[in-house]
């Protein structure tokens, strides 16, 4: 079942500003967790919040921005959910991919969100410079910025 339309649209327009806080620094890592996510909007709870991510992904896709659903992960392994990997911005072909690949592709879509929203905090308060961008990948945090990619798994995790 799916949210109906006006709500759907109520929680797009409260999740976006929470995941630019992220990504622009305002939390450890650059991520948040789908549980953090809903209980700072206030709902629409576990079961509607990928369909939440996925209109915000559909809208900012449209805007030629980066994906923000990358910001969000899971507690317990710091990747994102099976959702992810199912947006429709994303190619199909990423749906089957390996595991391997379909992490290096999340890194790579987070970078790109961090670097996109770094550039626009810069060029609207006129400093320079970079804070990083961390995310939490299977163990411990993975620098990106500055990184060549595909970025190696910890060992005994491919």
Known sequence: MALRPETLKKYV?????????????????????????????GGPGRGYIGEV??????????????LLSSLVVHKTDGLPGNG????????????NASREEKIDRWKKEHKHACEYWEIQTHSSNGKGGHRGCLIRGLKGA??????SFPLPLPRGEG
């Open 84 to 95: 992810f990997w199912e947006l429709q911005v994303l190619p199909p072909s990423l749906r």
């Open 142 to 147: 993975l620098p990106l910025l500055k990184t």
């Open 53 to 66: 991510l996925e209109e915000v992904c559909q809208r900012e896709h449209e805007q030629g921005r980066p």
């Open 13 to 41: 327009e409260q999740a976006r500003p929470i995941l630019i806080e992220v990504v622009k620094g305002k939390r450890a890592n650059k991520v948040i967790t789908y549980k953090q996510l809903d209980e700072e909007m």
